[in-house]
Antibody, heavy 122, light 107 residues
């Protein structure tokens, strides 16, 4: 059974760096094809893909946010960490951790965490 | 970036109705198109992948079609638990992009 869970601060101040951790179980990030990524959703708005880390350490980022994002993995701890620098109130959103696999045609996000609400405010 | 649009943005329907939602990509995404359902306050759930493949555990009243730039999600007989927002998403090229969503509510 695959599960993912996000953890991190619920409130950050403008200009601060956000650190979110995704802890997962039921799969290994060392298995070929496996990826763990991040997607966010501002209140009342649509979903926005941010980044993904694959089993082979291949990292992909949204070009519009690439300068502010860093994704890392700790395979032994079954964790993926997302750093987002220079936070702004417009970054207020629910941040989801997701599983996908290059072994599945169309790379769907087939498992989702429950989401972590992050508010950016002074 | 590949832009995704959906129509309608919202619709009202009754239990038992057949509902079709359309998704259009600004460039061809082949069959790299997925559909998700999101109920209020919950994480999205994968329904359809590769345009027409039903995710394990999803009821067969859901079906997907299309390729290239035009896609559809059809619910053959709407059930009470289907009232939600539906998103399409392309995974053909980075950045992976989502449509703006279609909200299905009770008439």
């Amino acid at each position: 059974q695959i599960t993912l869970k996000e953890s991190g601060p619920t409130l950050v101040k403008p200009t601060q760096t956000l650190t979110l951790t995704c802890s997962f179980s039921g799969f290994s990030l060392s298995a070929p094809g496996v990826g763990v990524g991040w997607i966010r959703q501002p209140p009342g708005k649509a979903l926005e893909w941010l980044a993904v880390m694959y089993w082979d350490a291949d990292q992909r980022y949204s070009p519009s946010l690439k300068s502010r994002l860093t994704i890392t993995k700790d395979t032994s701890k079954s964790q993926v960490v997302l750093l987002m620098t220079n936070m702004d109130p417009l970054d207020t959103a629910t941040y989801y951790c997701v599983h996908n696999s290059r072994s599945t045609v169309s790379l769907p996000f087939d498992y989702w965490g429950q989401g972590a609400q992050v508010t950016v405010s002074s | 970036d590949i832009q995704m649009t959906q129509s309608p943005s919202s619709l009202s329907a009754s239990v038992g109705d057949r509902v079709t939602i359309t998704c259009r990509a600004s460039l061809s995404v082949s069959s790299f198109l997925n559909w998700y359902q999101q109920r209020p306050g919950k994480a999205p759930k994968l329904l359809i992948y590769a345009a027409s493949s039903l995710q394990n555990g999803v009821p067969p009243r859901f079906s997907g079609g299309g390729s290239g730039t035009d896609f559809t999600l059809t619910i053959s007989s709407l059930q009470p638990e289907d009232f939600a927002t539906y998103y399409c998403q392309q995974s053909y090229s980075i950045p992976f992009t989502f449509g703006p969503g279609t909200k299905v509510d009770i008439k």
